[in-house]
């Protein structure tokens, strides 16, 4: 292995190291405890060294952001590829999404509250985050009925699950509703 070769290896490692560790910090405290100079504690690396990796805190959301969507697109494509017919797989994409938004807050908020500094729904958009609305639409645009654009339903479909991720968790929806919610999504959104 060449000197370059090691450097990049390193370099690499250091920024799987802050990207983790914010990720972590944030999953503890809340994304306003991640500071530049927390991490570089954490981390054990002087705040310059983080700042050659990252500009400052909105990158590494990005950062955690764009490493979130590629876990929730494996996700959603696990739980729905055990699913037998098209309900049942809408229905278990459903349950996979809100429990990802459940178990990963603070990588929720950096993909959908955050400002990462990513560009959705266009060219510049990281292809993990594609990826991930991929995942949604190859259930959900299965079931978006004739003369339904499937990605145009997907956006209703997701913007539908977000909002349910998000008043649970703000505590504006009780808990123990949320299978009857999952249920009327379903059976009022897609066509089965």
Same mark, same amino acid.
């Given at each position: 292995?060449?000197?370059?070769?090691?450097?990049?290896?390193?370099?690499?490692?250091?920024?799987?190291?802050?990207?983790?560790?914010?990720?972590?910090?944030?999953?503890?405290?809340?994304?306003?405890?991640? #500071? #530049?100079?927390?991490?570089?504690?954490?981390?054990?690396?002087?705040?310059?060294?983080?700042?050659?990796?990252?500009?400052?805190?909105?990158?590494?959301?990005?950062?955690?952001?764009?490493?979130?969507?590629?876990?929730?697109?494996?996700?959603?494509?696990?739980?729905?590829?055990?699913?037998?017919?098209?309900?049942?797989?809408?229905?278990?994409?459903?349950?996979?999404?809100?429990?990802?938004?459940?178990?990963?807050?603070?990588?929720?908020?950096?993909?959908?509250?955050?400002?990462?500094?990513?560009?959705?729904?266009?060219?510049?958009?990281?292809?993990?985050?594609?990826?991930?609305?991929?995942?949604?639409?190859?259930?959900?645009?299965?079931?978006?009925?004739?003369?339904?654009?499937?990605?145009?339903? #997907?956006?209703?479909?997701?913007?539908?699950?977000?909002?349910?991720?998000?008043?649970?968790?703000?505590?504006?929806?009780?808990?123990?509703?949320?299978?009857?919610?999952?249920?009327?999504?379903?059976?009022?959104?897609?066509?089965?």
């Amino acid at each position: 292995m060449s000197v370059q070769e090691r450097k990049q290896r390193e370099r690499a490692e250091r920024e799987r190291l802050i990207v983790a560790t914010a990720r972590e910090l944030a999953e503890q405290r809340g994304w306003d405890a991640v #500071t #530049t100079r927390l991490l570089a504690e954490r981390i054990e690396y002087s705040q310059p060294v983080l700042y050659s990796h990252f500009r400052g805190k909105r990158e590494i959301i990005g950062a955690v952001a764009i490493e979130g969507a590629a876990e929730m697109a494996a996700e959603l494509r696990t739980a729905t590829s055990a699913a037998a017919g098209p309900r049942a797989r809408v229905t278990a994409l459903a349950h996979a999404y809100l429990d990802f938004a459940e178990r990963n807050t603070a990588v929720y908020d950096a993909l959908f509250q955050l400002d990462g500094g990513l560009t959705f729904a266009n060219e510049d958009t990281p292809e993990p985050l594609k990826d991930a609305f991929a995942a949604l639409m190859e259930t959900v645009g299965e079931v978006a009925g004739d003369g339904v654009h499937p990605g145009l339903f #997907t956006e209703v479909f997701w913007a539908a699950l977000h909002g349910l991720a998000t008043l649970t968790r703000a505590g504006r929806l009780p808990r123990g509703d949320a299978e009857r919610r999952v249920e009327l999504l379903v059976d009022r959104l897609a066509q089965i």
